[in-house]
């Protein structure tokens, strides 16, 4: 139980965070880059079940650190990338994570990218091997070291 709180504790903070700094890159850009981070998310075991969708579109329209851009707007790039997922996993995987790479040159806002990526993952309280291996393939688009997000 220790542990678990101490993820809970630090996704807690990680939030609140992420909130600030998302706030400071409200662009379409940014904004299309969350959304590819959470249809990886929503998809890193190969797979968006009907349940995964309806809580990452819940999570999306209710998430604090999302809160600086309309839901309507979120959802719609979120489906726009799970459904290129789900049509052609790996072509969609490739699209998802050079719409991140664009930030590249952008670090603090790559960075805002990836902890919505760690939020999501940790939302059902179980950050698992897949989603961990897509933040790291994410990290590494944006070179940026999995090592900064003790990944």
């Given amino acids: ?32 880059a969350s959304m590819a981070m959470c249809a990886l998310i929503a998809a890193a075991d190969g797979t968006i079940s009907a349940d995964e969708r309806t809580k990452m579109i819940g999570f999306i329209s209710s998430n604090d650190a999302l809160s600086v851009f309309p839901p309507s707007e979120l959802q719609q790039h979120f489906e726009f990338y799970a459904s290129k997922l789900e049509k052609d996993f790996e072509f969609g995987k490739l699209e ?27 939302a059902d309280g179980s950050f ?24």
Avoid at 6 to 19: E, I, M, N, V, Y
Avoid at 96 to 107: D, F, M, N, Q
């Fill in 1 to 32: 139980m220790a542990l678990w709180d101490q993820l809970k504790s630090r996704l807690q903070g990680l939030t609140a965070d992420t909130k600030v700094q998302v706030g400071k890159f409200q662009n379409k850009d940014f904004a299309k």
């Fill in 96 to 122: 998802s994570v050079a719409t991140i790479g664009k930030l590249k040159s952008k670090p603090e806002a790559a960075r805002a990218v990836i902890q919505v990526g760690i939020i999501i993952g940790g």
């Fill in 128 to 151: 698992d091997e897949n989603e961990k291996r897509t933040v790291r393939d994410v990290c590494n688009a944006v070179g940026i070291s999995p090592a900064d997000f003790d990944l």
